[in-house]
C-alpha cells in the first residue's frame, strides 16, 4: 500500500519538516551575516591595528554570533554583528591594558548597538579624545613615539629602547613625562610637572 504524506518520514517530506535551531541559524547566518563579510573586516581593519589578528577576530566574531542565534535570531543583523565585534575588540583592548585612542574614536562611530551612551556622553567623550589628540601634539617627536609605542601599540620598554636607540630609563622618562601631559590635559595642572623632553 503506498505511503500517505503523513506516513513519510522527514527525510522524505523535507519541504514540511519544521526546521531545528541550529538549522534556522545556519539559513539566517548564509543569507543575512556572510553578505556582511566586506563590512566587518573594514571595520575590523580601521579599529585594530596588527592586520594578522583579523581573520581570527572575524572567525571568533562569527562563532559567537551564530551560537547566540541558535537560541534566537536577532531582529537587526547589522546591529547584532557589529555590535558582538565591538564588544570583542573593548574585551581585547581591556585584556592588553591598552587604550588605543584612534579605536575608541572610531568605535564610537558606529551608532548601531542598542546600549549606545546618550548625546551628552558623546560629546563628553569626544571632547576628551580631543583634549589627548592635542596633549600628544604638543609632546616632542620622540616622546610622542615612545608614549605611543607603550600605551597604544603595547610595546615593552626594552622593545622601545631598541626600536628608538635609547636606553629603557630615558624610554621610562619619555612615558613618564607624555604620561603626565596627558593627564594634565584631561585633568588641569599637575604640580611639579616639568619640561618637555628633546
Request: aromatic share 6%; charged share 30%; proline share 5%.
Amino acid at each position: 500500500m503506498a505511503e500517505k504524506p503523513s506516513d513519510l518520514n522527514c527525510e522524505g517530506a523535507a519541504p514540511r519538516c519544521p526546521q531545528t535551531a541550529a538549522e534556522q541559524a545556519k539559513a539566517w547566518f548564509l543569507d543575512e551575516v556572510l553578505p556582511l563579510e566586506a563590512a566587518l573586516t573594514r571595520f575590523l581593519q580601521r579599529n585594530w591595528r596588527n592586520e594578522s589578528d583579523i581573520d581570527d577576530f572575524r572567525q571568533e566574531i562569527y562563532a559567537q554570533v551564530f551560537q547566540a542565534a541558535e537560541t534566537g535570531i536577532p531582529e537587526r543583523t547589522q546591529a547584532f554583528l557589529f555590535s558582538t565585534a565591538r564588544n570583542l575588540l573593548i574585551d581585547r583592548i581591556r585584556r592588553k591594558h591598552i587604550v588605543p585612542i584612534d579605536a575608541v574614536a572610531d568605535l564610537d562611530v558606529l551608532g548601531l548597538t542598542a546600549d549606545e551612551p546618550g548625546p551628552e556622553r558623546n560629546v563628553m567623550a569626544r571632547d576628551v579624545l580631543r583634549r589627548l589628540q592635542d596633549a600628544l601634539d604638543r609632546l616632542s617627536p620622540r616622546c610622542r613615539e615612545a608614549v605611543i609605542l607603550k600605551r597604544v601599540e603595547g610595546f615593552s620598554r626594552r622593545q622601545i629602547a631598541q626600536r628608538m636607540g635609547i636606553t629603557e630609563q630615558t624610554v621610562a622618562d619619555y612615558v613618564t613625562h607624555g604620561m603626565c601631559i596627558l593627564a594634565e590635559a584631561l585633568f588641569g595642572d599637575l604640580p611639579g610637572r616639568r619640561n618637555g623632553h628633546d
